[in-house]
C-alpha cells in the first residue's frame, strides 16, 4: 500500500479498480511523400471528418451538460476552421514533402508550447484543448477508432497522462468513479466539467501513469487530495465506512429543500449559487438555491475570438433572470484583464497581473466594451431581479464614473423605448484591503457589499494563491483576515446595507456560524455546498454567534481559529 498526492479537482471519495489511459495523441513517423495534392486532400478529409465527430460531442455535451460546455466543443470545431492553421499545415506538406501526420503535429506543436509558456493557468490550460484537437486529426489520418469513454461496461477510476475535455464530457458518472492525472489544473475544462458532473477528481499526481498499473485498487480522497494505491484490508475498510457516512450525510441534507434558511432565534441568511453561465442553472435549482450571488460573465467572454455582443449578452442574462423568477441575482461585470486574458482584446501583458489592469479598471478605460454590457444587463433587468456587482473596487471615484454610466444609459434606453426595472441595486465587491478599509466611506454610494474571499485573503496576506510553496498562508481562518470582514459588517450595518458573501468561505462550513455572528446577510457559494450550510445556519442561535465573534477575534493565528471554529461544527 502506498499514497500519491496530488490537487483535488473535484470533491469526493470513490474507490475502486485503475483504468490507466494511454497518451491522449498517437505516436506519428516522419515520411517524405511525391504526391503533394493528394496529401492535402488527404488532410482536408480527416479535418472535415474531425469537426463533424466534434460536432456531435458538441451536441452530446449540450443535452447531457449545458450550452456552456457545449461552446467549448464548438470553439474546438471553430479553431480547426483556422485559416493559419490549415495553411501552415498545408505550406508545410508542399514545402517539405512530409506527411500530413508529421506536418499537422509540428505545426500544432508549435502553438501547444506558446500556451503551455504562459503564466496564466487558464491559458496554460488552452494546451489540453489544443492537444485534444490535434490527436483527433492524427487518429483520423491514421485511421485509428477510439474507444469511447461512454462505453466502459465496468465502473473504473481513470488513470491518465491528462483528460481532454471531450473524453470527459462523454463518461457515464456511474462508470467512471474518478479521476487521476499528472498534469492539468483547478481551472482547466476536464476539472471545471468534473465538478458540473461531481466525479472526484485529482490533478497534478506526478507519475500516476508509471506509479498505477491496471487493475489497481485505488482509493480517490477528494479531502486530503491522496490516492492510496492497493490499500490493505483495514485501509479499505475505514474508508468504506467513510463513504457510507458521506453518502447518508447527502441524502439527509435533502430533508432541507424548501426550507428557510433562518436561525434558531429567527435571523434569515440568503444562501445562494455562485455560476458561471446560465447552464449552471440546473445545479442552482438541485440544491434549492434562494437566488444567484454571483454570475461570473468573464466566461461569456472566454473560449472564443472574438466579443460577445450586446445582444448576445443580453440573451444569456435574460434566461438566468427569468429562470429565478422574482429571486435575486448578483451579475458581476466583467472581471477580466490581468490573470484573465482574453488574447482579442489585446491587453498587454503584465509583470503582476493580480495588481494589474483588470476588471473595473479594464472596463473603465474601455468604456464602448463597457456600455455593451451594462446596457445588456439594463435591458434583462425587465425579466427579473437583477443586482449588479462592480468587481476589483479600490476607491469611490470608480463607483461614481459607473454610476454615471449606468444612469446615461438609462436615458438612452428610455429614449429608445426599450423596458428596463425602475430599481436595480448596484453593489461592489469587497476583495481589496483599501475597499475594506474605506468601506464606510464606500457604503452610502452604493446598495450592498458582497466580500470576495478569494482575492481578499491573497492581498492581506502577502500571498500568491497558486504557489504551492506559500499556498499555507491563503487560509480564511487568519486572524486579520477575520478582523477586516468583521470591520466591513459593521460598515455595511451602520449604513443599512445587505453584506453578501460569495468566496471560498462563503460554503466552508466551520465558518459559517462566525459568519452569521458578523452579521452577514448572504452566503453564495458552490450550489452542492447549499444544504449542508443551511442545516448550519438553522442550528445557530444569532445572539451565540455574535459572542463567538468576539472569542475568534481575540485569538492570535489560524490554527487556533480553526480548531475552536470546526469544534462547533459538525463536520463531514
Same mark, same amino acid.
Given at each position: 500500500?502506498?499514497?500519491?498526492?496530488?490537487?483535488?479537482?473535484?470533491?469526493?471519495?470513490?474507490?475502486?479498480?485503475?483504468?490507466?489511459?494511454?497518451?491522449?495523441?498517437?505516436?506519428?513517423?516522419?515520411?517524405?511523400?511525391?504526391?503533394?495534392? &493528394?496529401?492535402?486532400?488527404?488532410?482536408?478529409?480527416?479535418?472535415?471528418?474531425?469537426?463533424?465527430?466534434?460536432?456531435?460531442?458538441?451536441?452530446?455535451?449540450?443535452?447531457?451538460?449545458?450550452? !456552456?460546455?457545449?461552446?467549448?466543443?464548438?470553439?474546438?470545431?471553430?479553431?480547426?476552421?483556422?485559416?493559419?492553421?490549415?495553411?501552415?499545415?498545408?505550406?508545410?506538406?508542399?514545402?517539405?514533402?512530409?506527411?500530413?501526420?508529421?506536418?499537422?503535429?509540428?505545426? %500544432?506543436?508549435?502553438?501547444?508550447?506558446?500556451?503551455? +509558456?504562459?503564466?496564466?493557468?487558464?491559458?496554460?490550460?488552452?494546451?489540453?484543448?489544443?492537444?485534444?484537437?490535434?490527436?483527433?486529426?492524427?487518429?483520423?489520418?491514421?485511421?485509428?477508432?477510439?474507444?469511447?469513454?461512454?462505453?466502459?461496461?465496468?465502473?473504473?477510476?481513470?488513470?491518465?497522462?491528462?483528460?481532454?475535455?471531450?473524453?470527459?464530457?462523454?463518461?457515464?458518472?456511474?462508470?467512471?468513479?474518478?479521476?487521476?492525472?499528472?498534469?492539468?489544473?483547478?481551472?482547466?475544462?476536464?476539472?471545471?466539467?468534473?465538478?458540473?458532473?461531481?466525479?472526484?477528481?485529482? =490533478?497534478?499526481?506526478?507519475?500516476?501513469?508509471?506509479?498505477?498499473?491496471?487493475?489497481?485498487?485505488?482509493?480517490?480522497?477528494?479531502?486530503?487530495?491522496?490516492?492510496?494505491?492497493?490499500?490493505?484490508?483495514?485501509?479499505? +475498510?475505514?474508508?468504506?465506512?467513510?463513504?457510507?457516512?458521506?453518502?447518508?450525510?447527502?441524502?439527509?441534507?435533502?430533508?432541507?429543500?424548501?426550507?428557510?434558511?433562518?436561525?434558531?432565534?429567527?435571523?434569515?441568511?440568503?444562501?445562494? &449559487?455562485?455560476?458561471?453561465?446560465?447552464?449552471?442553472?440546473?445545479?442552482?435549482?438541485? !440544491?434549492?438555491?434562494?437566488?444567484?450571488?454571483?454570475?461570473?460573465?468573464?466566461?461569456?467572454?472566454?473560449?472564443?475570438? %472574438?466579443?460577445?455582443?450586446?445582444?448576445?449578452?443580453?440573451?444569456?442574462?435574460?434566461?438566468?433572470?427569468?429562470?429565478?423568477?422574482?429571486?435575486?441575482?448578483?451579475?458581476?461585470?466583467?472581471?477580466?484583464?490581468?490573470?484573465?486574458?482574453?488574447?482579442?482584446?489585446?491587453?498587454?501583458?503584465?509583470?503582476?497581473?493580480?495588481?494589474?489592469?483588470?476588471?473595473?479598471?479594464?472596463?473603465?478605460?474601455?468604456?464602448?466594451?463597457?456600455? &455593451?454590457?451594462?446596457?445588456?444587463?439594463?435591458?434583462?433587468?425587465?425579466?427579473?431581479?437583477?443586482?449588479?456587482?462592480?468587481?476589483?473596487? %479600490?476607491?469611490?471615484?470608480?463607483?461614481?464614473?459607473?454610476?454615471?454610466?449606468?444612469?446615461?444609459?438609462?436615458?438612452?434606453?428610455?429614449?429608445?423605448?426599450?423596458?428596463?426595472?425602475?430599481?436595480?441595486?448596484?453593489?461592489?465587491?469587497?476583495?481589496?484591503?483599501?475597499?475594506?478599509?474605506?468601506?464606510?466611506?464606500?457604503?452610502?454610494?452604493?446598495?450592498?457589499?458582497?466580500?470576495?474571499?478569494?482575492?481578499?485573503?491573497?492581498?492581506?496576506?502577502?500571498?500568491?494563491?497558486?504557489?504551492?510553496? =506559500?499556498?499555507?498562508?491563503?487560509?480564511?481562518?487568519?486572524?486579520?483576515?477575520?478582523?477586516?470582514? &468583521?470591520?466591513?459588517?459593521?460598515?455595511?450595518?451602520?449604513?443599512?446595507?445587505?453584506?453578501?458573501?460569495?468566496?471560498?468561505?462563503?460554503?466552508?462550513?466551520?465558518?459559517?456560524?462566525?459568519?452569521?455572528?458578523?452579521?452577514?446577510?448572504?452566503?453564495?457559494?458552490?450550489?452542492?455546498?447549499?444544504?449542508?450550510?443551511?442545516?448550519?445556519?438553522?442550528?445557530?442561535?444569532?445572539?451565540?454567534?455574535?459572542?463567538?465573534?468576539?472569542?475568534?477575534?481575540?485569538?492570535?493565528?489560524?490554527?487556533?481559529?480553526?480548531?475552536?471554529?470546526?469544534?462547533?461544527?459538525?463536520?463531514?
Amino acid at each position: 500500500m502506498r499514497r500519491e498526492k496530488g490537487v483535488v479537482a473535484s470533491s469526493g471519495v470513490s474507490f475502486g479498480k485503475a483504468l490507466v489511459l494511454s497518451s491522449a495523441r498517437p505516436v506519428v513517423s516522419a515520411g517524405l511523400i511525391s504526391d503533394v495534392e &493528394a496529401e492535402c486532400s488527404r488532410f482536408a478529409r480527416a479535418v472535415e471528418d474531425a469537426k463533424a465527430e466534434i460536432a456531435q460531442i458538441r451536441d452530446r455535451a449540450a443535452a447531457k451538460l449545458s450550452q !456552456h460546455e457545449a461552446d467549448i466543443f464548438e470553439a474546438h470545431r471553430m479553431m480547426l476552421e483556422d485559416p493559419q492553421l490549415i495553411s501552415d499545415t498545408s505550406d508545410a506538406i508542399k514545402a517539405q514533402k512530409l506527411n500530413a501526420e508529421v506536418a499537422f503535429q509540428q505545426i %500544432t506543436d508549435g502553438f501547444i508550447s506558446t500556451f503551455r +509558456a504562459m503564466e496564466d493557468e487558464y491559458f496554460r490550460s488552452r494546451a489540453i484543448d489544443l492537444e485534444d484537437i490535434s490527436g483527433r486529426v492524427l487518429r483520423k489520418l491514421q485511421g485509428v477508432v477510439t474507444v469511447e469513454l461512454s462505453t466502459l461496461t465496468e465502473p473504473a477510476i481513470l488513470v491518465a497522462e491528462d483528460l481532454t475535455p471531450s473524453q470527459v464530457v462523454l463518461v457515464d458518472p456511474q462508470m467512471v468513479l474518478g479521476f487521476v492525472t499528472e498534469k492539468g489544473g483547478k481551472t482547466s475544462h476536464t476539472a471545471i466539467i468534473a465538478r458540473m458532473l461531481e466525479i472526484p477528481a485529482l =490533478v497534478g499526481v506526478a507519475g500516476a501513469t508509471g506509479h498505477i498499473k491496471n487493475g489497481d485498487t485505488l482509493i480517490l480522497d477528494g479531502a486530503t487530495g491522496e490516492v492510496v494505491v492497493n490499500p490493505d484490508e483495514p485501509t479499505l +475498510a475505514v474508508y468504506r465506512k467513510e463513504r457510507e457516512r458521506i453518502v447518508a450525510h447527502k441524502a439527509a441534507l435533502r430533508e432541507f429543500v424548501g426550507q428557510e434558511s433562518v436561525t434558531l432565534d429567527g435571523r434569515p441568511v440568503t444562501l445562494e &449559487a455562485n455560476i458561471r453561465t446560465d447552464g449552471d442553472l440546473k445545479f442552482a435549482k438541485k !440544491h434549492d438555491a434562494e437566488g444567484v450571488g454571483l454570475f461570473r460573465t468573464e466566461f461569456l467572454y472566454l473560449d472564443r475570438g %472574438t466579443l460577445p455582443s450586446e445582444d448576445e449578452q443580453f440573451e444569456h442574462y435574460r434566461t438566468v433572470l427569468s429562470a429565478m423568477e422574482t429571486k435575486p441575482v448578483v451579475i458581476r461585470t466583467a472581471d477580466i484583464g490581468g490573470d484573465k486574458e482574453v488574447a482579442y482584446l489585446g491587453i498587454p501583458k503584465e509583470e503582476n497581473p493580480f495588481l494589474g489592469f483588470r476588471a473595473i479598471r479594464y472596463c473603465l478605460a474601455n468604456e464602448t466594451f463597457f456600455r &455593451a454590457q451594462l446596457r445588456a444587463l439594463l435591458r434583462a433587468s425587465h425579466y427579473g431581479n437583477l443586482h449588479i456587482l462592480l468587481p476589483f473596487v %479600490t476607491n469611490l471615484n470608480e463607483v461614481l464614473q459607473t454610476k454615471a454610466i449606468i444612469k446615461d444609459l438609462k436615458e438612452e434606453l428610455k429614449r429608445e423605448g426599450i423596458p428596463f426595472a425602475s430599481h436595480i441595486p448596484v453593489g461592489i465587491m469587497i476583495e481589496i484591503p483599501a475597499s475594506a478599509l474605506m468601506s464606510d466611506v464606500l457604503a452610502p454610494h452604493v446598495d450592498f457589499f458582497s466580500i470576495g474571499t478569494n482575492d481578499l485573503i491573497q492581498y492581506v496576506c502577502a500571498v500568491d494563491r497558486v504557489n504551492p510553496s =506559500v499556498s499555507y498562508l491563503h487560509t480564511p481562518y487568519n486572524p486579520a483576515v477575520l478582523r477586516l470582514i &468583521a470591520q466591513v459588517a459593521q460598515n455595511a450595518e451602520r449604513a443599512k446595507i445587505p453584506v453578501a458573501m460569495c468566496g471560498e468561505m462563503a460554503g466552508t462550513p466551520p465558518l459559517i456560524p462566525l459568519l452569521i455572528g458578523m452579521g452577514l446577510n448572504a452566503l453564495s457559494m458552490n450550489p452542492a455546498s447549499i444544504l449542508a450550510v443551511r442545516k448550519i445556519v438553522r442550528e445557530t442561535r444569532y445572539d451565540e454567534a455574535k459572542r463567538l465573534v468576539a472569542d475568534v477575534l481575540r485569538l492570535s493565528g489560524p490554527e487556533e481559529v480553526r480548531e475552536l471554529l470546526e469544534s462547533r461544527v459538525d463536520l463531514v
